[in-house]
């Protein structure tokens, strides 16, 4: 008989036991996990239905998911078990978050638990060094110094950049100055005292661990090392070709060893088929401009040699490019990018470039003088009452 009083509790216990884990949800799926993009949704599937039918695809301030550093964003039940959050902004660079499943997601439900909801962690890429170009930057040939432009993905601080970098020139340490003095994305640093002779100099430089993107978190564990070659500052040579499209005017940006010099350049620049187009000189080669390029054609571009440069460089052979400019990506943007409101005693119209977007919606709404800083500093979110929406 005395068994039996052992039982009892043992049988409770089990019938507890089981009927928790009956009433506990889990996360199914999440995107939230490993390296993310800075923008895009974050997604949440359970293995349970959570929502009702009447919550379905609609923006949710509700704090279903606290994130650690926060993201602003908001929330909506795309199906009954799958919840999308959708950040406001990007997520910060090289950081490591954290996300925490609220017991709001329980609210309309039978269940009381959702299991391992603290245990979600995700990160953006981290800090890497995407390109290096490199140009000889003076208006005489004695005056000339060789000057690396460092493309990174992320907002760099050159000061603690200068910290780490180290350049060596055909296996000697150089001398090196950074002339961009506030965060980029690209850094310009002109290497000093190398003295002009007609060869190229292979260059190495190396950025030593512990390099952070501004706003991020996440230093790089690694040096980072790149290999380069300085191109003879007697000879010009180009060194890449660019192209893009707007809808409105082709432009193709040709970076070149050093500047092109005063002369004309258009008797050494040649397009097949030919068009009309403009010059604009830029500091490491020039840009050239036309409404006339048709997206869906390409074009051959020749730049002959014998075209110099300003510190003396001569172009040694013909260079032959290829100008294309594929499928325009989608874009909507405002022509006038500094305007914020529609005055009643203004023009009444708004000028809208929409490239390659067959369907848009408008939605226009009215928002009152003194409520304008409001809605620029917290957003705005029109109410479905007080709108008018047309589709095009």
Not at 289 to 314: C, H, M, N, P, Q
Not at 317 to 327: K, L
């Amino acid at each position: 008989m005395r068994i039996n009083y052992y039982l009892v509790p043992l049988l409770a216990g089990t019938i507890f036991l089981s009927a928790c884990k009956k009433n506990s949800i889990t996360l199914a799926y999440t995107n939230a996990k490993g390296e993310v993009p800075q923008l895009g949704n974050l997604l949440f599937r359970f293995d349970r239905s959570l929502a009702k039918d009447s919550m379905l695809n609609a923006w949710d301030s509700t704090d279903y998911i606290t994130f650690q550093p926060r993201i602003p964003g908001r929330f909506r039940w795309e199906s009954p078990d799958q919840l999308v959050f959708s950040p406001s902004e990007p997520l910060l660079p090289a950081t490591t978050y954290k996300a925490t499943i609220r017991d709001a997601v329980l609210k309309f439900s039978k269940y009381n638990s959702i299991s391992a909801a603290d245990k979600i962690s995700f990160h953006t890429p981290a800090l890497s060094l995407d390109n290096t170009q490199v140009s000889w930057i003076g208006e005489t040939g004695t005056s000339a110094i060789p000057q690396l432009e460092l493309f990174f993905n992320y907002r760099v601080n050159p000061a603690d950049l200068e910290d780490r970098l180290s350049i060596e020139v055909n296996g000697d340490k150089a001398e090196h100055s950074l002339i961009t003095q506030s965060p980029d994305n690209k850094i310009a640093v002109r290497i000093n005292g190398l003295k002009q002779e007609d060869k190229d100099f292979e260059t190495r430089l190396r950025i030593e661990k512990g390099l952070k993107p501004e706003s991020g978190n996440n230093a790089i564990t690694e040096p980072i090392t790149e290999s380069l070659t300085i191109p003879s500052p007697f000879v010009l040579t180009v060194q890449s070709l660019e192209a893009e499209h707007d809808g409105l005017e082709g432009v193709v940006r040709i970076l070149t060893s050093q500047q092109p010099g005063t002369e004309n350049l258009k008797p050494f620049i040649r397009f097949e088929p030919e068009l009309a187009y403009t010059i604009e000189p830029a500091e490491n080669g020039f840009v050239l401009r036309s409404d006339k390029f048709d997206v869906e054609r390409s074009y051959a571009l020749t730049i002959s040699k014998g075209l110099r440069g300003k510190i003396g460089g001569v172009l040694k052979e013909d260079y032959n490019g290829s100008v294309a400019f594929g499928d325009l990506e989608s874009s909507i943007s405002f022509n006038n990018s500094k305007s914020v409101y529609l005055s009643k005693r203004g023009n009444k119209n708004i000028e809208v470039q929409i490239t390659n977007t067959p369907k848009v919606k408008l939605i226009i709404s009215k928002i009152y003088e003194n409520n304008l800083l409001m809605a620029e500093r917290y957003g705005y979110t029109p109410s479905t009452a007080a709108v008018r929406q047309a589709s095009y």
